[in-house]
């Protein structure tokens, strides 16, 4: 299975203020994903990202509130934009195994907006 | 659409005796179920998963799953409940590999799943 890692592993915002979150995989992978997990819940799938081409958001998801890029096959970056409180949350990404579709997680990004 | 059911939001067992996590599962096409479990302050570790071959999947930790077409249900078992297995577990599902198109997986609102000694 791949090797995730995410950049930052947590931090601490003010609000008003944007993050960036970095996610590096130890291959070459087509699909990537971003997750949101608000506290004691389950995780909800923000975007898709695949290389070369626009992001594609989940419903109640917009661009410019989360604006990603994946420059190439093992890097993509989410932005948390214009920060309030609701998006206190730890944030994930996740990579396709391209033949099993089996999804692989990094550790988590914990975010918290004072 | 796809979507999951997880039919219990804790469910508590003593140590040694049998584990039983329910799902039921809705999708339009024949769908892959995945079984994840985060543990506190741990990311999310694959279990196991089902894609249209053997209807009983067996995965880490002793752990074990069977897809039921006729239930849509895709409960996850184990004969014997550790200490370590307490956390939380994740039922999923996809329409991806079956011509249904949709993108990310599908979570269900997870199940706490705590041991007693």
């Known amino acids: 299975s791949a090797v995730i890692s995410q950049k930052p592993s947590r931090d601490i915002c003010q609000r008003g203020t944007s993050l960036t979150i970095q996610c590096q995989v130890d291959s070459q992978v087509t699909m990537m994903f971003w997750y949101r997990q608000q506290p004691g819940q389950s995780l909800t799938l923000i975007a898709t990202a695949n290389q070369g081409s626009e992001a594609t958001y989940e419903s109640g998801f917009v661009i410019d509130k989360f604006p990603i890029s994946r420059p190439n096959l093992t890097f993509s970056t989410l932005t948390v934009s214009n920060m309030s409180p609701e998006d206190s949350s730890i944030y994930l990404c996740?990579?396709?195994?391209?033949?099993?579709?089996?999804?692989?997680f990094g550790p988590g990004t914990r975010l918290t907006v004072t | 659409a796809q979507s999951v059911t997880q039919l219990d939001s804790h469910v508590s067992v003593s140590e040694g005796t049998p584990v039983l996590l329910r799902c039921n599962y809705s999708s339009s096409y024949s769908p892959s179920l995945f079984w994840y479990v985060q543990h506190p302050n741990k990311g999310l570790q694959l279990l196991l998963k089902?894609?249209?071959?053997?209807?009983l999947v067996k995965g880490i930790n002793g752990f074990e799953a069977e897809f039921k077409k006729s239930e849509t249900s895709f409960h996850l078992t184990k004969p014997s409940a550790h200490m370590s297995d307490a956390a939380e577990y994740f039922c999923?599902?996809?329409?991806?590999?079956?011509?249904?198109?949709?993108?990310?997986?599908?979570f269900g609102k997870g199940t706490h799943l705590i041991i007693q000694p």
């Open positions: 999923v599902v996809s329409d991806r590999g079956s011509g249904g198109g949709a993108d990310g997986l599908t």
């Open positions: 089902y894609t249209s071959a053997a209807t």
């Open positions: 996740s990579v396709e195994d391209d033949s099993s579709y089996e999804q692989y």
